[in-house]
């Protein structure tokens, strides 16, 4: 067999540009696996790739698609392989684009085994959330480390969405108090199951006035967004002194009007990052940190990934357009 099933973006526009189609399976290189894939996960980089705003970086697939599960059935395994994978093994892994697809390769170094008593389809929804939370939240955010020493504090702007309920589920299991905003009960229920102490309607409540008033005034130590625009002068008065402020998307927008001065006066620190561009050697150091850290707890029950629906590859327009509604709490995922 030389072909395969996929999802093309064959035009950019609404969902239904994405079409079946058959394709060359791909091809391993040096470094490299070729995953049978179970499952796709979904996620807005997709969207927008869709879109025509997100364009894949230079030398991956042109399909959308950043996290897959499967099984390894071809490749390098000789290289960066820090778990002993091997052919006939259940993995997830990140990828930069190719996901959508009855097979996918990815580089070795950015691809996990399977945690124990999870399926291939949970596995799925793991790589593209578990990565960018510990990168932002952790690494570049500091969580834990900063001022507000071993037991800080968390706003995750967004708490229902694939991103949100990782990050909730995550600082929790660390210790820390969370705290999350999202658009209607349902979901702000969703968030306090999942260990928000509070959750913040945005529609009708001010989440720089709760935030105050739950922390005691004091603020919290970092806020992961997925918003920014006009939410960033107002996310600066909800920090705490040498709190964090961490970019992972601009849904509101990329401008903002910020006071430089209160920045220095309070010692605050606005940073961020996007994930699909950055190097292999960088996501496989956060594989094997995401494997002593993180994969403990998925295996030990005390984090779970949140699947709001699942679907056959083909109804990939289905998804999408869910997606675009906001309607969904936590993954969406593509069965194969």
């Known amino acids: 067999m030389t072909t395969m099933q996929a999802i093309e973006i064959t035009r950019f526009g609404a969902p239904d540009v994405l079409q079946l189609a058959q394709r060359p399976i791909p091809q391993p290189g040096p470094g490299e696996v070729l995953i049978k894939v179970a499952a796709s996960g979904v996620n807005r980089p997709d969207v927008f790739q869709r879109q025509g705003h ?14 897959v599960a499967g099984e390894l059935v071809d490749g390098d395994f000789g290289g960066d392989n820090p778990f002993g994978l091997k052919r006939g093994d259940a993995v997830c892994a990140l990828l930069a684009g190719g996901g959508y697809a009855e097979y996918a390769v990815a580089p070795l170094a950015q691809c996990l085994p399977v945690p124990a008593g999870l399926s291939l389809v949970e596995a799925a ?9 510990w990168s932002n939240v952790f690494d570049r955010g500091q969580l834990g480390r900063g001022e507000g020493g071993a037991h800080e504090t968390l706003l995750v702007q967004g708490g229902s969405s694939g991103i949100g309920v990782t990050a909730i589920q995550l600082a929790r299991a660390f210790g820390h108090r969370v705290f999350a905003t999202a658009g209607s009960a349902e ?10 102490e509070r959750a913040i309607n945005y529609r ?10 739950v922390t005691g005034g004091r ?3 970092v806020i992961l967004d997925m918003v920014a625009g006009d939410y960033i002068p107002r996310e600066l008065d909800a920090l705490a002194e040498g709190g964090r402020l961490v ?6 927008g990329s401008k903002a009007d910020i006071d430089a001065a209160t920045i220095m006066r309070r010692r605050l620190t ?9 190097p292999v050697a960088f996501k496989g150091a956060l594989a094997r940190q995401l494997h002593d850290k993180v994969w403990p707890l998925l295996e030990a029950g005390k984090l779970r990934p949140v699947i709001h629906q699942v679907f056959p590859a083909a109804e990939a327009a289905q998804a999408h357009a869910l997606m675009e509604s906001s309607a969904h709490i936590g993954k969406l995922v593509l069965q194969w």
């Open 125 to 133: 929804a793991l790589p593209e959330n578990y990565f960018t939370v």
């Open 187 to 196: 979901k702000c229920a969703a968030c306090m199951r999942l260990g928000a």
């Open 54 to 67: 997100y364009a894949p970086p230079l030398g991956a697939s042109d399909l959308p698609g950043l996290e």
């Open 247 to 252: 970019f992972i998307a601009t849904l509101g």
């Open 219 to 221: 603020g919290v130590d």
């Open 204 to 213: 009708d409540e001010d989440f720089v006035a709760v935030v105050k008033q």
């Open 270 to 278: 606005l940073t961020g990052s996007t994930l699909r561009a950055r």
